[in-house]
């Protein structure tokens, strides 16, 4: 079960999903390590041994499969949770059979990705869903980061005016 103070790993090729998660799992208050490949997690979890790892299925040019038999048998105390954008019901069996509690597809919410540690179904029910300015907050913070910072260019991209993306991101999360 996942609360608070867990510590998780996250590992994906993906450097801007990585860091957008990453801050998302730590204003919820978790310590997060991220690496980008398989020996750089391997690195991670002889450090850390995080409690939670998120293991994204292709991981350059290995496996996140491969990572899991490894973090199996070497951390079995860690629980892992197979993330990928690239789901088949065979690496789904896979994943299980190796160890994950839980194979999702992306884009996963992290309030998903938290109950999928916990072995919860992944239907919400009305009292889950996530407030508003939370969801909006996460996604002006995703595509800020993949426009590099440029202000202009995710306002662009999110279809809206500048000056009110700069509102939103001056005001913060909370309303």
């Not at 790993?9 to 999903?17: A, M």
């Not at 850390?48 to 994204?56: E, F, K, M, R, Y």
């Not at 990572?67 to 197979?82: F, N, Q």
């Amino acid at each position: 079960m996942v609360d608070v103070l867990d510590t998780i790993l996250i590992v994906d090729d993906d450097k801007t999903h990585c860091a957008v998660l990453a801050g998302a799992l730590r204003r919820r208050g978790h310590v997060v390590y991220v690496a980008h490949n398989y020996d750089d997690a391997l690195a991670e979890l002889a450090a850390w041994h995080p409690d939670c790892a998120v293991i994204d299925l292709r991981l350059g040019s290995d496996s996140g499969l491969k990572l899991l038999d490894t973090l199996t048998s070497e951390y079995p105390d860690t629980t892992s949770v197979v993330l990928t954008g690239y789901g088949s019901i065979a690496t789904a069996v896979d994943a299980i059979k190796k160890g994950a509690v839980q194979y999702l597809t992306k884009p996963v919410g992290v309030d998903e990705l938290l109950k999928a540690f916990q072995g919860l179904a992944e239907a919400d029910t009305p009292g889950d869903v996530a407030p508003l300015d939370l969801v909006e907050w996460e996604h002006l913070q995703r595509v800020l980061l993949e426009c590099e910072g440029n202000v202009s260019e995710a306002a662009r991209r999110l279809q809206m005016h500048r000056r009110t993306l700069q509102r939103k991101l001056a005001r913060g999360r909370t309303r």
